[in-house]
């Protein structure tokens, strides 16, 4: 797609939240950089840790960067689709009210003016495909009860477009119209090994990140990968007395995947480890809740 969109559209992705035109009309194409669509920060990885016990260790930043951890950064070689395409006039759900509860929470990123964190917008459905080659025994319920598990925490609408053929990658396009049409691509959500994606290697079990694009001061994501190991999760998720371990390893990671970071409190599932809490704590939940009430995106 160029700026000369047959539909009189500006498809301008701007990760920078530098927007200098009008957004129903062309412009002249600027430097590469300045149309860039980005992963924010590193890949999160979660980590089996030792056994026995299978503690669920996840690697802070730094760690990430430590280990030789690649920052998740695409730039898309398309502008990305039509602004405000599945976008509603109004939220489609909304967070619960969490009462006030001692529980800590972080986001991975906050908005340019530092007023809220990024989201994805609540007015548009969260699209997901999920590739099916290599799902571990129960892997499809375990998915699927992580992400209604993170629906019902933000009020974020999610609709399973069904399998993909499409492989993990650190550099995933976040449009790829030629796949799944004129829209932001779908998170995808695949279960692979070390051999296929290097990163899951020692005693990684996942990697998770959404990408985010910025017009007009305000940032929403816009879609994001989720990538499982299945060896790993596979025996957690066979043991009876390890299963709730597998599925706080899925959900944790959907967690990272809506926006939400690592805390220093243990009673917490986005605490680096699972060894005390397999499911969200109180502060996670209120941490869901307020990225499930960002704000509506109908020019992106």
């Known amino acids: 797609m160029t700026a000369g969109d047959p539909h009189g559209l500006n498809p301008w992705v701007d990760a920078r939240g530098q927007n200098p035109y009008p957004p129903l009309l062309p412009h002249p194409h600027l430097p590469a950089e300045q149309r860039a669509v980005r992963f924010l920060g590193p890949a999160v990885r979660v980590r089996r840790g030792p056994r026995p016990g299978f503690l669920l260790v996840v690697a802070v930043l730094a760690a990430a960067v430590v280990l030789g951890g690649r920052w998740w950064m695409s730039t898309s070689t398309a502008f990305g689709p039509p602004a405000g395409v599945g976008e509603a006039a109004a939220p489609l759900g909304a967070p619960p009210v969490v009462p006030a509860a001692p529980g800590g929470y972080a986001f991975t990123a906050v908005q340019p003016d530092g ?172 941490g869901l809740a307020a990225l499930g009430a960002g704000g509506c995106a109908p020019g992106i």
């Open 115 to 286: 007023a809220g964190p990024v989201a994805y917008s609540p007015c548009r459905p969260i699209h997901y495909v999920v590739r099916p080659d290599g799902t571990p025994a129960g892997g499809e319920t375990l998915i699927a009860d992580a992400v209604a598990t993170v629906s019902s925490a933000t009020g974020l609408r999610f609709v399973d477009d069904g399998p993909t053929q499409e492989a993990p990658t650190t550099d995933r396009e976040a449009y790829q119209p030629e796949v799944y049409g004129r829209r932001w691509a779908p998170v995808l959500i695949t279960w692979s090994t070390a051999a296929e994606s290097p990163d899951l290697a020692g005693d990684v079990a996942g990697i998770a990140g959404s990408a985010s694009v910025t017009r007009a001061g305000h940032t929403v994501y816009v879609t994001g990968s989720v990538t499982l190991d299945a060896e790993d999760i596979g025996r957690l998720a066979a043991a009876p007395g390890t299963h709730a371990t597998a599925l706080g390893i899925v959900t944790h990671e959907l967690g990272h995947l809506v926006g939400l970071d690592h805390v220093a409190d243990p009673t917490q599932l986005m605490y680096p480890s699972t060894e005390l809490a397999s499911v969200f704590g109180a502060g996670d939940r209120a």
